[in-house]
């Protein structure tokens, strides 16, 4: 990688240290990303901003990650990315089945800045970003998190059937994700189903379960936002197969019962999208991506979540619930969360599905206490749980003790 092809952006503002916990002393950490961190306009990109925004505040956090290429050396990056960064740098994006599974110019940049100051923990961001971690440890000592989403090697099969070539990508991934679950010092996931396979890859590494979540002071219930037309809602983008998917079953399956009985209804689909793919569905609204999620959610009657496929957790279903919104999921839609205790979450076979809207469009679920999705699935909340657990995880040092068991 040549010296030009990786732009460093330094941010002036040092991390709020106050707010770290006499228990949690303040640590620095370098977050690898084989993604656009700047962008975002999906779950991967909007979950690791959060991260390193609720991190940024207690730790000094630096960033390294992949940038696209019409956002490489663009200002615009820099004003994208959390304001509590210490630093980021944007490495060009490059195509090819070996860049996906071991970037080099991401590695030699996260290397050369490990090098130039004295991290405590790398922080690899899901998939094959994981090796990344597994070389700085290996090159640098630099014990590494291993922060992952899926089990990715699963759902690339899944998503991706047929073809020798993909297959062989796949078996490669599958091999990564093991060696990086062994190498780790923690390894996070976003269910449980997830962290027993990869408890199961790991040996004596710790694996915990990191759910994707919410910010509770931007996902929260508005009363008697909705108003005019039942609107019903299915939020994402349809680059993911899975997505596209979930909005054919609508448009196929669905609408066309739902609107007979209800023909007030109106079926609307947030996300961005590619023109043209408005054939699909000719019954439904295509809004594209929406600046606002968290009103757009307030102002829909009943949230749908019908995901055939795919794997992890999805930040559409627990934003939606954070919201107070009645959720409809079907197949993968409300994996990772504990819906017995979420009476506005209801699960139903995809047979049942238009069913099941026409049922909750007469008789709405009442307003319920959003106590335990706080607890358990806000961003505040869970993250705490993950310094504490990433403190424990690292290896001793002069002057670190970790954090008694229970203390925030």
């Known amino acids: 990688m040549r ?21 949690i002393p303040p640590l620095r950490i370098l977050y690898v990303a084989h993604f656009d961190v700047s962008r975002r306009y999906n779950g991967s990109a909007a979950r690791t ?12 956090v630096h960033l390294v990650h992949v940038a696209t290429p019409e956002a490489f050396l663009s200002s615009k990056v820099a004003s994208a990315l959390p304001p ?7 490495v060009k994006k490059r195509g090819g089945a070996i860049s996906r599974l071991f ?29 990344q971690g597994v070389g700085l440890r290996a090159t640098l000592g630099l014990p590494f998190v291993y922060m992952s989403i899926n089990i990715e090697s699963r759902v690339y099969l899944e998503l991706r059937r047929g073809g020798a070539k993909r297959r062989i990508y796949a078996a490669f991934l599958g091999v990564a994700e093991r060696l990086s679950a062994r190498c ?55 680059d993911y197969a899975p997505n596209v998917e979930a909005v054919k079953f609508l448009a196929e399956s669905v609408m066309d019962r739902v609107l007979t009985a209800r023909p007030d209804v109106r079926f ?15 019954k439904a609204e295509f809004v594209g991506y929406v600046a606002d999620l968290p009103a757009a959610l307030r102002d829909a009657t009943l949230v749908l979540v019908p995901l055939m496929s795919g794997g992890g957790m999805h930040a559409k279903t627990i934003e939606a619930l ?18 017995a205790r979420i009476p506005h979450l209801r699960i ?28 358990t699935y806000s961003t505040e909340a869970t993250l705490s749980r993950f310094e504490r657990e990433l403190y424990r995880a690292l290896p001793p040092r002069r002057g670190r003790t970790a954090p008694a068991e229970g203390r925030p």
């Open 184 to 238: 780790a010092a923690l390894v996070t996931t976003v269910t449980e189903n997830d962290a027993a396979t990869m408890r199961a890859w790991s040996g004596s590494t710790p694996v915990s379960v990191l759910p994707v979540s919410f910010k509770s002071t931007k996902f929260y219930p508005v009363p008697d936002r909705p108003t005019g037309r039942p609107k019903l809602v299915f939020v994402g983008s349809m």
């Open 348 to 375: 139903v076979p995809a047979a049942e599905y238009s069913d099941a809207i026409l049922e909750l469009l007469a008789s709405p679920p009442a307003p319920v206490d959003l106590g335990f999705l706080t607890e």
């Open 103 to 131: 970037d080099w110019g991401l590695f030699r940049a996260a290397r050369r800045l490990a090098r130039a100051r004295k991290f405590d923990v790398a922080i690899a961001d899901f998939g094959a970003t994981g090796l």
């Open 3 to 23: 010296e030009v092809e990786a732009a460093a952006l330094a941010f002036p503002r040092e991390p709020a240290r106050a707010q770290t916990h006499e228990a």
């Open 84 to 90: 509590n960064l210490a630093s980021a740098t944007a």
């Open 268 to 282: 609307q689909v947030i996300g961005l999208h590619e023109p043209g793919i408005e054939r699909m569905a000719p």
């Open 322 to 339: 954070a919201c107070g919104k009645p959720v409809l999921a079907s197949g993968k839609g409300a994996d990772g969360i504990d819906a």
């Open 49 to 60: 901003q959060d991260i390193i925004e609720h991190l940024g505040a207690a730790h000094e």
